[in-house]
Antibody, heavy 126, light 108 residues
Framework: QVQLQESGPGLAKPSQTLSLTCTVS??????????WSWIRQHPGQGLEWIGY???????YYNPSLKSRVTISADTSTNQFSLKLSSVTAADTAVYYC??????????????????WGQGTLVTVSS | EIVLTQSPGTLSLSPGERATLSCRAS???????LAWYQQIPGQAPRLLIY???SRATGIPDRFSGSGSGTDFTLTISRLEPEDFAVYSC?????????FGPGTKVDIK
């Protein structure tokens, strides 16, 4: 089954760009009907969906973050990445990568999250 | 944006008891596109239910989901020690996909 692992700096400075990578094993990010998402959880709070990239390469973002978010994929390394620009302390959160397998059920872009990485805490501070 | 409200905030029960958790949406959730997750502190969420009532792979049948429209329920028929955790609902019927704040099920 698919396994995901986040990696990247645990500290980002205000106004800079937060960059994280998710390494996928047990499946190819370019094959099949998979959606690859980023989700975050502010300390002690609920979850917030950031956006996804589809196995075809198309992307879709949460409108509240759209102006600052880029999700991309590297098929040669079987990884997908998150870049969040102009970060502030409000972006301090645990960031998760997650996947949705739509090979048996057509999703049409409407996704739940069936596999998750362990999460990585990113703190925004000078 | 659909806002999800979960109740109660905390549910204190004993092992073996039945847990009933509620998730209410501010608007109709299209196609009953509602999922439930379990999260143990310090761990990633685990998918339990999708499509309001379909159990995810490997999820015990003591977990069941029901509901439609704006009102959804997660039921744990008999609590096992490993079920004490936070449960969150998520709607994916319209973008942006949103999550509820969670219900904590703790040991009475």
């Amino acid at each position: 089954q698919v396994q995901l692992q986040e990696s990247g700096p645990g500290l980002a400075k205000p106004s800079q760009t937060l960059s994280l990578t998710c390494t996928v094993s047990g499946g190819s990010i370019s094959s099949g009907a998979y959606y690859w998402s980023w989700i975050r959880q502010h300390p002690g709070q609920g979850l917030e969906w950031i956006g996804y990239i589809y196995s075809s390469g198309s992307t879709y973002y949460n409108p509240s973050l759209k102006s600052r978010v880029t999700i991309s994929a590297d098929t040669s390394t079987n990884q997908f990445s998150l870049k969040l620009s102009s970060v502030t302390a409000a972006d301090t959160a645990v960031y998760y990568c997650a996947s949705t397998d739509c090979s048996r059920i057509a999703c049409y872009g409407y996704v739940w999250f069936d596999h998750w990485g362990q999460g990585t805490l990113v703190t925004v501070s000078s | 944006e659909i806002v999800l409200t979960q109740s109660p905030g905390t549910l204190s029960l004993s092992p073996g008891e039945r847990a009933t958790l509620s998730c209410r949406a501010s608007q109709t959730v299209s196609n009953s596109y509602l999922a439930w997750y379990q999260q143990i502190p310090g761990q990633a969420p685990r998918l339990l239910i999708y499509g309001a009532s379909s159990r995810a792979t490997g999820i015990p049948d003591r977990f069941s989901g029901s509901g439609s429209g704006t009102d959804f329920t997660l039921t744990i028929s008999r609590l096992e020690p490993e079920d004490f955790a936070v449960y969150s609902c998520q709607q994916y019927g319209s973008s942006p996909f949103t999550f509820g704040p969670g219900t904590k099920v703790d040991i009475k």
